[in-house]
């Protein structure tokens, strides 16, 4: 009996992803486990394994947004299985390795001079439409009227892939009536364009919550140095006592446990505005932004407060590497209160920061250089690092902000303060 691929439920928040790739084609034999197709949360990337040995039959085209517990594809035991699986569902066009471009909006596209662009279709009265079965299925899921669509399957047959073009399309414009980027200016049209590339998934998710950040809060940003003297021998005494098997401990592990302890002092920096209410969590859940290849992301330490830097590290370092794979769980992203962006490895020196929305605090944090630094009467070599904090000043005064960061400040130049 063919076993079912189905799109699994990886967190509480998940509902629905994308299929972004098959990596196998309709037919090939796949091992157990081995990989079998990508799919994209708002979030993050993920591989689905397949769930048997066997002859793998696709039934689900790349690019469409699928269910949560929703039917994607068989794994047939044997060639028989496989035939059968054939007569009864139609097998997509599958492209291995697709997912490693950015997918280009064809919507958006400038068609070719060659090329006509078909306006939108309007049936006759009493005329049949021509679809397939997998198609009318879907445009009953989409309420789509197959009635206004252009078939590109043999004598004009509505197939699935028209149907996944023209909810495309419609959520491509959805999405830019809501969040208007604004047109192109005149002069554009004396430019040429080398490629278009749709705005969707991670950078969907990034570019609206940027937008809604800074539309819907009042943010102020405040700028400090601190001496990063403490902070390099901490690590250096963490690093000198390492065990078997035990990660390094980075400056951000010992960064987050800094912002933890500040943030318990003044939990007016961990909490969002909802309404007509300001809501101060409880818990103190801090996201570290990382750069995953396809976007910004932000996984969560949580409880920060309540563990220790060596913890701390060991997960942060956990987080980093899954990252990396694209193995990060969509909850892994979700809940977070208060968020850290260190761009120090690049050699940024200092930066504004905008906030990861709804929260309502960001620390940016620059690198750590040495500068001539007037101490105790004498200029000295020290090394300084920048600390920006940005916050909604609706909720956050000046002041408060100002005590939070010498706070953070305190503790990153004399980590004894956290004990």
Known sequence: MPIEIKI???GLTMT?????????????????????????TDKVSLEM????????????EPGRRVAVGELIGYVAEDEAALEALQSRYEAVQTLPGAADEPPVAEALQVPPATEAVLPPRKASLGERIIASPAARKRAEMLSVDLAALWGSGPGGRIVLADLEKAAQI????????????????????MLSVAKTVAIRGIRKIISRNMKLSLSSQAQLTLHTEASAGGLRDTRALFNARLEEGQVPVSYNAIIVKAAAC???????????VDGREVKIWQQIHIGMAMDSGR?????????ADTKSIRVIADELADLVERARQQKL?????????????????????GFTPINNFPESAILGVGRIVEKPWVRDGEVVAEPRMALSLTFDHRIIDGALGARFLKTLKDRIEDTRLML
């Open 8 to 10: 699994p439920k990886l």
């Open 16 to 40: 629905e992803a994308t299929l972004t790739a098959w990596t196998v084609c309709a037919g090939d034999a796949v091992a157990l486990n081995q990989i079998v197709c990508l799919i994209e």
């Open 49 to 60: 394994e397949a769930p048997a040995a066997g002859l793998v039959h696709p039934i689900v």
């Open 170 to 189: 419609a959520e491509d414009e959805r999405f830019a009536d809501r969040f208007d980027f604004g047109a192109m200016a005149p002069e554009s049209e």
């Open 262 to 272: 500040a943030l318990r002092r003044y939990p007016m920096l961990n909490a969002v």
């Open 295 to 303: 976007g910004l992301i932000v996984p969560k330490i949580r409880n």
């Open 329 to 349: 769980l969509p909850d892994e992203l979700q809940g977070g209160t208060f968020t850290i962006t260190n761009l120090g490895r690049w050699d940024i020196d």
